[in-house]
């Protein structure tokens, strides 16, 4: 399966952004669809994840401030991100995986596919 992202840019502190993945296909492999996303420098980080029933599960840093949804008709989940910060510049991944634990979500290996990621920067 491919993941396509889309939707990053540039943003001053305190905007808006809506970031879309789309798979190429339904598989089991897409039963999680996630958000990380990694910053120059450090390691790829866990941002949000929804089930293929929309259970939701999200980091301390994204709680509150960014929503995660799913459009399983489209094979499509968004992350709308508010609030923004300097800090949440980064590059921003769309992952996949099977079914698995809340926990394990959080986790980059967990996911076996992968989308080509894109740029959010957050201007203070």
Do not use: H
Request: aromatic content about 8%; overall charge neutral; hydrophobic content about 35%.
């Amino acid at each position: 399966v491919q993941l396509q992202a889309s939707g990053g840019g540039l943003v001053q502190a305190g905007g808006s952004l809506l970031l879309s993945c789309r798979a190429s296909a339904r598989t089991l492999s897409t039963d999680i669809l996630a958000w990380f996303r990694q910053a120059p420098g450090k390691e790829r980080e866990f941002v949000a994840a929804i089930s293929w029933s929309k259970v939701t599960t999200y980091a301390e840093t994204a709680e509150g401030r960014f929503t995660i949804s799913r459009d399983n008709s489209k094979n499509q989940i968004d992350l709308q991100m508010n609030n923004l910060k300097p800090e949440d510049t980064a590059i921003y991944y769309c992952a996949g995986s099977y079914e698995s634990r809340p926990e394990d979500q959080r986790v980059a290996s967990t996911y076996l596919a992968w989308g080509q990621g894109t740029q959010v920067t957050v201007s203070s």
